[in-house]
C-alpha cells in the first residue's frame, strides 16, 4: 500500500492550497484518512480526519474554520482544503489510512499506513 500526497509549495500568507493523498496498492479496507504535519523543530500533529463512509470529521483546533478534509471514494484521495494560510502552518504535511478503527483517531501511531509528506511553505 501506498500513499502519495502532493499539493505542498509555497504560499503568502492569507492564501490557499490543497493538498491531495492518493492511495494505491492491495488494500482491504479503509476505515479513515487523516492529515498529520512536522514543523521544523516540532513533533509530529494531528490536523485532520474524515471517515470513509458517512460524514464523520475531526479537526485540530488551530486549523478549525480554515481547513477541510474532504475524500473521493472512487479514487481513494484524500483531499486538504488549506485557506486563510498562516506562517505557523509551515510544515511537512503527511497522509495516513486507518484500515480498521471504527473510531476517528488524532493518534500518527494508530493508523496502519502512512505517507510521505509534502512540503508547504507560508511566508510574510
Known amino acids: 500500500v501506498q500513499l502519495q500526497a502532493s499539493g505542498g509549495g509555497l504560499v503568502q500568507a492569507g492564501g490557499s492550497l490543497r493538498l491531495t493523498c492518493t492511495v494505491s496498492?492491495?488494500?482491504?479496507?479503509?476505515?479513515?484518512m487523516g492529515w498529520f504535519r512536522q514543523a521544523p523543530g516540532k513533533e509530529r500533529e494531528f490536523v485532520a480526519v474524515?471517515?470513509?463512509?458517512?460524514?464523520?470529521?475531526l479537526y485540530a483546533d488551530s486549523v478549525k474554520g480554515r481547513f477541510t478534509i474532504s475524500r473521493e471514494n472512487a479514487e481513494n484521495t484524500v483531499y486538504l482544503q488549506m485557506n486563510s494560510l498562516k506562517n505557523e502552518d509551515t510544515a511537512v504535511y503527511y497522509c495516513?489510512?486507518?484500515?480498521?478503527?471504527?473510531?476517528?483517531?488524532?493518534?500518527?501511531?494508530?493508523?496502519?499506513?502512512r505517507g510521505q509528506g509534502t512540503l508547504v511553505t507560508v511566508s510574510s
Open positions: 496498492g492491495p488494500f482491504f479496507r479503509i476505515s479513515a
Open positions: 474524515i471517515s470513509w463512509n458517512g460524514d464523520s470529521t
Open positions: 495516513a489510512l486507518d484500515a480498521s478503527r471504527l473510531q476517528l483517531g488524532e493518534e500518527w501511531f494508530l493508523y496502519d499506513y
